[in-house]
């Protein structure tokens, strides 16, 4: 017997979404596919919690920080545990922000390190995510992509201290002791 996968449609997502069936399903699009979102554990809530608040307190007046809300992709619709997007918040009124709205990216992974530098790397990079950031928790550093070429990146760059400044906000220093 062989598996048929089918692939859904950002369009037929919205219709699936809006008859309830997903409701409480912890799952998300990614290139077309439903897929399974791993449960949160302490410390993931914790430094996800922590760097939002901060970013919101450095980003006030420049961007909007969501945390673990949609963001509507070509084939995809993903739940990024943080998403810094354009102003004003108006934008996202009648919709979730698109590829082009997004100034960056942010996963907190534990269990799910491996997809994230994998197949949300992929997905974002193919999509022209200018930055896209992973907060590693077991290895305690930031895996920072750039430069997005084709459905990968070509700048990955992993920090364990020090500051560093997101690219659409060169003048914005973040410590990562705030974050990691």
Known sequence: MHTIRY???????????????????PVELLNGEIVR???????????????????????????????????????????????????????????????????????????????DLEQKAVTYASQSIQEYWIIDLKNKKLIVHTHPKGNNYSQIIEYKKGVISPQAFPNISIELTEIL
């Open 7 to 25: 692939k859904w449609s950002i369009e037929r997502w919205h219709k699936l979404i809006e008859t309830g069936l997903l409701e409480d399903e």
């Open 37 to 115: 979102v791993s449960p949160e554990g302490v410390e993931h809530r914790k430094v996800n919690d922590r760097t939002a608040d901060y970013l919101r307190e450095l980003m006030r007046g420049q961007a909007k920080v969501y945390e673990a809300h949609p963001v509507t992709l070509d084939d995809s619709e993903p739940e990024p545990d943080i998403a810094i997007v354009q102003l004003p918040v108006s934008l996202y009124d009648d919709r979730h922000p698109l590829a082009e709205d997004i100034y960056w990216l942010i996963e907190v992974s534990d269990k799910t390190l491996q997809k």
